[in-house]
């Protein structure tokens, strides 16, 4: 049995970005061990992590953040060290539609974690860590020019982001009374492999390789910051161990994209990689009403973080999205898998009974 010296509860570790964190942390710390926390609501999926099932260090929990009592219990259990909080309800459109269960998931379950942490380390901080992890959705939107900043005041513009601005300053505020050790981060969008198609670029990666139409908000002006998820996961990494506590530090990819430039950039990538005459896919592009409270610009000044924890994006959109296309077009069975919801049998297949 390996001695483990520290236990790390990562939330939402059946997610998208989550399963980047998990998987990086339990094959680099092998002296760590490693509870991922997952509700395995829509998006969660174990079969993201199957290449680690059976590490040592790690062990899978089911349970809702939400669940006050359930998360007094789960910190008694196994008296964690430390806290990477990546779980939330994360899409804008949903958030526009049922605004209730971000509050409860994103504001409600962050304090239920917090007030955990509190009980569980009664002011005995040695060693100790909370990392909350957010997005730069909470600045609102920029104009042509600029770029966000740890110190850009807040300005959200959607029940999503309002929940996450929320959940950010209940996390500073549990430093600044309780003398929490927390640290916080807000990140640009990620993409890369094992991503929920409600997402843009699996959606269209998807939406391409059968046929449909790509939906487009608007005349698709909208720009965005785009981060690579496995950079993304190493900037967790490098600021969960050397942050600074109370600091906030925010990750960009320095990968800005006009939504409908992207999609034709992808619907160029796709075309070449699955023999269609140029121009193929770029005729399924449907411009469609906008999102209500659309952000026209989001762009993140990673500076800080580069700086004082010597971290830079490995990669260049163009760079990354050949990789994700190969790994979406190399892992259909996983898509398909993801859209005719059998990706749910996984955890009661995996797990049920042990």
Request: glycine share 8%.
């Amino acid at each position: 049995m390996i001695n483990m010296q520290k236990t790390i509860l990562i939330t939402g570790g059946a997610g998208f970005i989550g399963s980047h964190v998990v998987r990086l942390m339990v094959k680099k710390y092998t002296d760590y061990r490693i509870v991922n926390l997952d509700a395995l609501t829509y998006a969660g999926n174990l079969e993201n992590l199957k290449d680690i099932d059976n590490r040592d260090n790690y062990i899978f929990e089911k349970g809702d953040i939400t669940d006050e009592q359930a998360m007094v219990r789960l910190f008694e259990k196994y008296r964690f060290d430390g806290v990477i909080h990546l779980a939330a309800e994360s899409h804008v459109d949903r958030s526009i539609a049922d605004p209730l269960a971000f509050i409860r998931t994103n504001i409600v379950g962050t304090v239920n974690l917090l007030n955990a942490a509190r009980q569980l380390w009664k002011g005995d901080h040695a060693g100790k860590r909370f990392y909350h992890i957010s997005t730069d959705e909470v600045y609102g939107s920029l104009g042509e020019t600029g770029l966000f900043t740890e110190t850009t005041p807040y300005d959200p513009r959607s029940p999503y982001s309002a929940s996450k601005a929320s959940s950010d300053h209940l996390v500073r505020a549990y430093y600044h009374t309780y003398g929490l050790p927390v640290v916080v981060s807000n990140c640009s969008n990620n993409y890369g492999p094992n991503q929920f198609p409600e997402k843009l670029i699996p959606l269209v990666i998807n939406n391409i390789k059968n046929g449909k139409s790509i939906p487009v908000y608007g005349k698709g002006e909208n720009i965005r910051d785009w981060l690579y998820v496995e950079d993304h996961a190493r900037a967790i990494d490098l600021i969960y161990h050397e942050g600074k506590l109370g600091e906030t530090y925010n990750i960009g990819g320095i990968n800005e994209w006009q939504n409908i430039k992207l999609i034709r950039k992808m619907c160029e990538v796709m075309d070449r990689k699955l023999g269609h005459t140029p121009g193929t896919s770029e005729k399924l592009i449907t411009y469609v009403t906008d999102r209500a409270g659309h952000d026209m610009r989001y762009a993140i000044d990673s500076s800080k973080l580069m700086q004082e924890l010597d971290w830079a994006p490995s990669l260049q959109f163009e760079e990354g999205i050949e990789k994700t296309i190969d790994w979406y077009l190399a892992n259909q069975g996983w898509m398909d898998r993801i859209v005719s919801g059998e990706y749910e049998k996984y955890y009661q297949k995996q797990y049920q009974g042990r």
